[in-house]
């Protein structure tokens, strides 16, 4: 308790903004090329939740266009990721602006990943734990996956972290997400798109036939 209270936002604090001092000069040259490759503006902005479900404005380098198709929807992520975006996003350094959340006390280094607000109506109490703690840049779903994670599984990381933070588990995922990165594993769930979307969870019900076998037609057997 005194790790999460104390000590781990002033290390988080310190840590992200000698971060910041020290990748100014790679967050700059990131940042003029998206701009000289789109001619926009470069920095992604989105409301995202945090500690105990606060809103807050979340800071990213933009990756994806935002062309859309003949009826005005946003086309595939992978139709409207720059080539420049598909190599920011390989080594993460889109993140890099949320670093100064960070120091601002929006967020951690390590947490749960911020999601979108049109969520939170969606969690179950169990789910809604993730907000008991400051979202993070990486944590423990990230390490463990990614994107090629499941909503289920991603949860189960998010709450276990908020259940047993401590200084070693977060030096773990550190250590971890360096290697993630490095060999840039779960960056997009499949082809055409970088996450799937949040629907809620399934009633007893449909849990019940998600768990029957299929047949090769994917209908459920009898």
């Known amino acids: 308790m005194i790790y999460q209270r104390l000590v781990k936002e002033l290390l988080d604090r310190v840590i992200a903004s000698g971060l910041l ?42 990756t994806m266009t935002d062309e859309c198709d003949e009826h005005g929807q946003l086309l595939p992520d992978n139709q409207r990721t720059t080539t420049i975006g598909d190599w920011i996003r390989k080594y993460s350094l889109d993140e890099l602006p949320q670093l100064w959340n960070v120091v601002k006390g929006d967020m951690s280094l390590v947490g749960p990943r911020p ?39 991603k949860f189960e990381f998010d709450v276990y972290y908020v259940e047993h933070i401590s200084a070693w588990l977060d030096l773990k995922i550190v250590l971890l997400t360096f290697q993630s990165v490095w060999l840039k594993k779960g960056v997009n769930y499949n082809e055409d798109t970088t996450s799937t979307y949040f629907m809620g969870n399934p009633s007893e019900s449909d849990k019940a036939l998600m768990k029957q076998p299929r047949d090769i037609k994917g209908e459920a057997s009898t």
């Open 115 to 153: 999601l979108l607000v049109q969520y939170l109506p969606l969690y179950n109490d169990y789910q809604r734990k993730r907000h008991l703690v400051k979202p993070g840049i990486t944590g423990l779903a990230q390490v463990n996956g990614r994107n090629k994670l499941s909503w289920e599984e």
């Open 21 to 62: 001092l020290l990748l100014s000069p790679v967050i700059v040259l990131v940042t003029g090329l998206i701009w000289v490759k789109t001619a926009k503006n470069p920095i992604f902005t989105q409301s995202r939740p945090g500690y105990r479900e606060r809103i807050f404005t979340l800071y990213k380098l933009k």
